[in-house]
Every structure is written in structure tokens, then in C-alpha cells.
């Protein structure tokens, strides 16, 4: 059984920076790959951005340049989304693969007013 935490989020005018938070755990859980996901209202869930093991990043083309992920040395990853726009609203999960399936966070709401 893995669990997944997230903290952050909230409401922030266009420009603004916002940081979210995932913290995993689990008896022998072991950070393998960690990310991001959002979900807008009436759309399908999409990849923000996502972490490995090793350090290697992948963006969607719509964040990159504005969102970094990043993670601490144990099982904890990050989003700071910066210079964030009205699009970036949505419901931000966070996500990791283990044990041959996806875990997924409660999610966190993610507002942003032009």
C-alpha cells in the first residue's frame, strides 16, 4: 500500500507562483518515479510533469519554462508553478507508479484569475 499526501495549492492571481507538495509513503516504498497531473473541468486528466529516480524531468509543452518539479532525497516531489495563467486552473494530482499500478493523491485545487 502506498499513500500520497499533497499539500499546497490554492488560489493565486495571473503571474503569481504557487508550490505544491506529494509525500509518499508506504511500508516499502521506494521513489521510482514521481508526477504531476491536472484536471480542468470538462477535460481529461493530463501530465504536468514528472521525476525519476535519476533525476531526468519531462514537462508538458504547456508548463515548460513556467513549472520545475523537483524532489528531496527521500519520497517527497514538488511542483513550483510560476508565472501561473487563468489555464492552469484545475485539480492538480500527484502520482507515482509502484508495485505494478498507479497511486494517486486526493488532489488539490488549483485557481488562478486573470
Known amino acids: 500500500q502506498v499513500q500520497l499526501v499533497e499539500s499546497g495549492g490554492g488560489l493565486a492571481q495571473a503571474g503569481e507562483s504557487l508550490r505544491l507538495s506529494c509525500a509518499a509513503s508506504?511500508?516499502?516504498?521506494?521513489?521510482?518515479?514521481g508526477a504531476w497531473y491536472r484536471q480542468a473541468p470538462g477535460k481529461e486528466r493530463e501530465l504536468v510533469a514528472g521525476i525519476y529516480a535519476g533525476g531526468q524531468t519531462k514537462y508538458a509543452e504547456s508548463v515548460k519554462g513556467r513549472f520545475t518539479i523537483s524532489r528531496d532525497n527521500r519520497n517527497t516531489w514538488y511542483l513550483q508553478m510560476n508565472s501561473l495563467k487563468p489555464e492552469d486552473t484545475a485539480v492538480y494530482y500527484c502520482?507515482?507508479?509502484?508495485?505494478?499500478?498507479?497511486?494517486w493523491g486526493q488532489g488539490t485545487q488549483v485557481t488562478v484569475s486573470s
Open positions: 502520482n507515482t507508479h509502484y508495485w505494478g499500478r498507479d497511486w
Open positions: 508506504g511500508r516499502t516504498f521506494s521513489f521510482v518515479v
